[in-house]
């Protein structure tokens, strides 16, 4: 089956902290992943896909097809990075899954 | 910047009443998504649209919803018969321009659906 896990919910740092937001994955298949972003009151949007290996805003994630991973990560968080994060896989190009979503919240 | 667009922003409706939720997809974009989020879960997929009909649903997208491109521009989400259960967030995403599908959606902003 296919399915995205998100283990947590919130996840709170204070500013200038490092960030691990945890992503696994169950797909039979190649998998294709991405990071949405949604800041408040904003649409979802798309963070950074694993294809292009680029970081964006200072985030990266790298694919463990060992671990079935693809944690976002982040060494030094800005108070603007509090916003709701999906990890989502990409299933036959047709449809995204996504994760329960976590909830980053960077204190002053 | 090309957004999605989607109306109405939050609709109330009475159980068993029909709901049309309107999207207008970026221009040239080729791929048409409906996607859910009741409150508090996670986003879930419910259809893909692609050269006019449908190409994927999910075990959600039964007999109740449909989804329609009656023009060059729109893409509607029909409930019909609505219930407690219908009320959520939808959102509409639209991603290609031609061959160039790359997986990345855009979506809109969302119309909220309650249902009383």
């Known amino acids: 089956a296919q399915r995205v896990t998100q283990p947590e919910k919130l996840l709170s740092v204070f500013k200038g902290a490092p960030v691990e937001l945890k992503c696994n994955y169950s797909y039979s298949g190649s998998p294709e992943l991405f990071w949405y972003v949604q800041y408040s009151r904003q649409r979802l949007q798309l963070l950074l896909r694993h294809i292009s290996r680029e970081s964006i805003k200072g985030f990266t994630a790298d694919l463990n097809k060992g671990e079935t991973s693809f944690h976002l990560k982040k060494p030094f968080a800005q108070e603007e990075d509090s916003a709701m994060y999906y990890c989502?896989?990409?299933?036959?190009?047709?449809?995204?899954?996504f994760g329960t979503g976590t909830r980053l919240q960077v204190f002053p | 910047e090309p957004e999605v667009t989607q109306t109405p922003s939050h609709q109330v409706t009475q159980m068993g009443q029909e709901v049309i939720l309107r999207c207008v997809p970026i221009?040239?974009?080729?791929?048409f998504y409906w996607y859910r989020q009741i409150l508090g879960q996670k986003v879930e997929f419910l259809v893909s649209f692609y050269n006019n009909e449908i190409s994927e649903k999910s075990e959600i997208f039964d007999d109740q919803f449909s989804v329609e491109r009656p023009d060059g521009s729109n893409f509607t989400l029909k409930i019909r018969s609505t219930k407690l259960e219908d009320s959520a967030m939808y959102f509409c995403a639209s991603s290609g321009l031609g061959t160039e599908h790359t997986g990345e959606l855009f979506f809109g902003e969302g119309s909220r659906l309650t249902v009383l």
């Open positions: 989502a896989l990409s299933v036959d190009t047709d449809k995204l899954i």
């Open positions: 221009s040239n974009h080729l791929y």
